[in-house]
């Protein structure tokens, strides 16, 4: 039905899923290593971290489609962990641009992390 309702082949799709998984992970690879940058170290780590994680959450609209996605990710059982997940990738890039709290910053960093594994928990059946 996806498949249908889109110009993608299936293979142009995995292909797309995989750049975008492989952009994240290296966004994410990226951030760790500026960490270690004097002064604008921990700027820099959060905006790659959270640019990572949000690469590798869009690489998923290749495999279920944009709609489809949005719908998984609001479903009543992973609505906690969605919201809780967008607001930390939301309030880490906010303290690091506008409130200028490099340590809220880190925080945020980390809390993203776990909003993130449980959010991707919710979409293993029985997994929570």
């Known amino acids: 039905q996806v498949i249908d309702g889109t110009s993608l082949g299936w293979g142009t799709r995995v292909k797309g899923f ?6 994240g992970c290296l966004c994410s690879l990226l951030g760790s290593c500026l960490l270690w940058i004097p002064k604008k170290g921990l700027l820099l780590f959060a905006v790659f971290y959270t640019l990572g994680n949000i690469a590798s959450i869009g690489s998923t609209l290749f495999l279920m489609g944009p709609m489809k996605q949005l719908k998984r990710m ?51 059946p029985f997994a929570r």
């Not at 641009?97 to 959010?119: T, V």
């Open 18 to 23: 995989a750049a975008c998984f492989a952009i």
């Open 74 to 124: 609001f479903e009543p059982t992973r609505l906690i962990a969605t919201t809780v997940m967008l607001l930390c990738l939301i309030l880490t890039l906010c303290s690091a641009f506008w409130w200028h709290k490099q340590g809220l910053a880190l925080l945020f960093c980390i809390l993203q992390f776990f909003a993130l594994a449980w959010y991707s928990i919710s979409f293993i």
